[in-house]
């Protein structure tokens, strides 16, 4: 069992920066791939990024690529989203997930473990 705690969200400005982190709990970290998705009030959880088990592959949605990246340390068992240039529509809670695969994935009901969510403001 995996257990995922998200930290860093905030209340930002428009073209700020927020970094988020999510450690995980358990010694099979290193061989999960992990992803971040956000669910913005009344709409669906939509992916956001995605990346393998050993960091060497990475997948972003079109709305955050060339903003946004994902990593990972695995010796710490975290996995960050490093979130720039935010837009208002980026405001949502932010959710870590973590799949029994290395590979990466962008669909979320391939993701067997989430964590509780992490709240995301852009103000414009």
């Known amino acids: 069992q995996v257990q995922l705690v998200e930290s860093g969200g905030g209340l930002v400005q428009a073209g700020g920066s927020l970094r988020l982190s999510c450690a995980a709990s358990g010694r099979t970290f290193s061989s999960y791939a992990m992803g971040w998705f956000r669910q913005a009030p009344g709409k669906e959880r939509e992916f956001v990024s995605t990346?393998?088990?050993?960091?060497?592959?990475?997948y972003y949605a079109d709305a955050v690529k060339g903003r946004f990246t994902i990593s990972r340390d695995n010796a710490k068992n975290t996995v960050y989203l490093q979130m720039n240039s935010l837009k208002p529509e980026d405001t949502a809670v932010y959710y870590c997930?973590?799949?029994?695969?290395?590979?990466?994935?962008?669909?979320?009901?391939?993701?067997?473990?989430w964590g509780q969510g992490t709240q995301v403001t852009v103000s414009s």
């Open positions: 990346i393998s088990s050993s960091g060497s592959n990475t």
């Open positions: 997930a973590g799949r029994q695969r290395r590979v990466v994935a962008t669909n979320k009901y391939e993701y067997n473990y």
